[in-house]
């Protein structure tokens, strides 16, 4: 079973940036399929960006597209989720998960994934 450790969460102003970062411990990250997920309170878990185990290909919900980034480092063990242009309703806990597969249908699921940090919080001042 892998551990995988959110940080970089924080306080911002609108309009600011933040940028979190995931690692995995166990097992190396390039054995995985990787995404970032938020939940907000009162609100489902949903998905905000994926990532291929090779960084070539990734995704994002439609909220933030042209606003975050996903990259990951191999190399490192280490996924990151660069948030640009952030607004009030982007406050949340992000989480980092990982899967041992996903497919182009299956990306966006909660249920696709096998592994789960514990999140951070992100909090967006209007």
């Known amino acids: 079973q892998v551990h995988v450790v959110e940080s970089g969460g924080g306080l911002v102003q609108a309009g600011g940036s933040l940028r979190l970062s995931c690692r995995t411990s166990?097992?190396?990250?390039?054995?995985?399929?990787m995404a970032w997920f938020r939940q907000a309170p009162g609100k489902e878990r949903e998905f905000v960006a994926a990532?291929?185990?090779?960084?070539?290909?990734?995704a994002y919900t439609a909220s933030v597209k042209g606003r975050f980034t996903i990259s990951r480092d191999n190399a490192k063990n280490m996924m990151y989720l660069q948030m640009n242009g952030l607004k009030f309703e982007d406050t949340a806990v992000y989480y980092c998960?990982?899967?041992?597969?996903?497919?182009?249908?299956?990306?966006?699921?909660?249920?696709?994934?096998?592994?789960w940090g514990q999140g951070t919080q992100v909090a967006v001042s209007s």
């Open positions: 998960a990982a899967a041992y597969k996903t497919g182009e249908s299956t990306l966006s699921a909660v249920t696709s994934y096998d592994f």
């Open positions: 166990t097992h190396p990250l390039r054995w995985y399929d």
């Open positions: 990532i291929s185990r090779s960084g070539s290909n990734s």
